[in-house]
């Protein structure tokens, strides 16, 4: 692995990589119906695993890759015999997995740029281009060859294009495993040609487990808090067990929960703190506590008809535009994020008036 890629973008900081995950939690049909596939001999190309982000899919993915590989024939007894996708972590297929050395194992992701800190927000073009490559060669002992794609939102236009060509035709004995938080904004075509496998939230007592087997877990009162506002999603929890994070959550919410009265020096204040270019993970949080407020906002009154939620769904859909192009395009997020409140603050308005 090139030294830059030190800095590992698929991997939920403060956790294990999910090459590295032993274990999956919550995703027993999803093993279920992969395995009956696999040894029925109707086994799809490729596979989109989606659902939110957070929740085990890039997990599930390596652990499918290293089972095919561990076990290439799906007619064997090993394989006909499973039932679960477990592989001893010391066999040597795992350990060279693990070791990122694998010569039929490719993972398409985001990666630093050589001389460049600024964390893209695409995969490059090029890579997908070597995924191309890599399935051009033979796999090794007539096995299988096998992309992980994480993810596929983070795919440009060009991007997905190229990847497309090579899953509409695809060479035999190829297996790709592609990771979508968003999949209804993948291309139809791409979508058309996989197997869909959708993923739920884990559960509350399933979060829980895998903070409490973290390297360095949480104290047991932070995971049972974070666990419980969790909805579901490892990334999520990961925020309220950080003491720094946690305290903007909480920031955030009660400004929220004071709309339509806006205090604009406050806002200004938080806008300072979140400009720095190095505090991307903070603006982030900020962010997914506004939408998760407004979500659970939309859902709380749902039965009161569109014209109720239409305001604050408004303001969201413009947020999520104009976050996006706040940071491909390097801008200041200050008077992103003074605008932002200010819509937040009509739209609660504009609600209430209905």
Not at 7 to 29: C, F, M, N, Q, W
Not at 111 to 139: C, H, N, Q, Y
Request: aromatic share 6%; proline share 6%.
């Amino acid at each position: 692995m090139a030294s830059d890629d030190l800095i590992e973008l698929d991997r939920i900081a403060g956790t294990r990589h999910p090459r590295d995950a032993v274990s999956l939690y919550g995703h027993d049909k999803e093993e279920a119906a992969f395995l009956d596939a696999y040894r029925t001999g109707r086994m799809p190309h490729a596979w989109l695993l989606a659902g939110p982000e957070g929740i085990g899919k890039a997990s599930f993915a390596w652990r499918a890759a290293r089972f095919v590989l561990t076990h290439p024939d799906p007619t064997s007894d090993s394989v006909q015999s499973a039932r679960s996708l477990d592989v001893d972590p010391l066999a040597t297929v795992s350990r060279t997995i693990t070791a990122q050395a694998h010569p039929d194992l490719f993972v398409l992701r985001r990666e630093m740029e050589p001389g460049k800190k600024t964390i893209p927000r695409d995969t490059r073009v090029e890579l997908v281009r070597k995924a191309l490559s890599f399935f051009s060669a033979t796999a090794g002992k007539g096995g299988w060859k096998i992309a992980i794609v994480d993810t596929l939102d983070d795919l440009n236009r060009s991007g997905a294009n190229a990847l497309l060509k090579l899953i509409e035709e695809p060479p035999a004995r190829s297996l790709f495993l592609m990771v979508s938080h968003m999949p209804g904004r993948l291309l139809p075509t791409i979508r058309s040609r996989c197997r869909l496998l959708p993923f739920r939230p884990l559960s509350q007592s399933d979060v829980a487990r895998i903070l409490s087997e973290l390297p360095e877990p949480p104290e047991a009162s932070l995971i049972e808090a974070a666990a419980a506002r969790s909805e579901g999603s490892l990334t999520r929890a990961m925020t309220f067990v950080d003491p720094d994070l946690l305290a903007i959550v909480r920031h955030v919410e009660a400004t929220l929960s004071r709309l339509p009265e806006l205090d604009r020096s406050e806002i200004l204040a938080m806008a300072e703190t979140l400009a720095p270019r190095d505090k991307t993970l903070e603006f982030e949080t900020v962010l997914q506590t506004i939408e998760g407020w407004i979500l659970a906002d939309c859902h709380e009154h749902l039965s009161t008809g569109a014209h109720r939620l239409a305001p604050l769904t408004e303001v969201w859909e413009k947020t999520a535009r104009g976050a996006r192009d706040t940071e491909r395009f390097n801008l200041d997020r200050r008077p992103f994020l003074l605008t932002l409140f200010a819509d937040l603050a009509e739209a609660v308005r504009l609600s209430h008036a209905q």
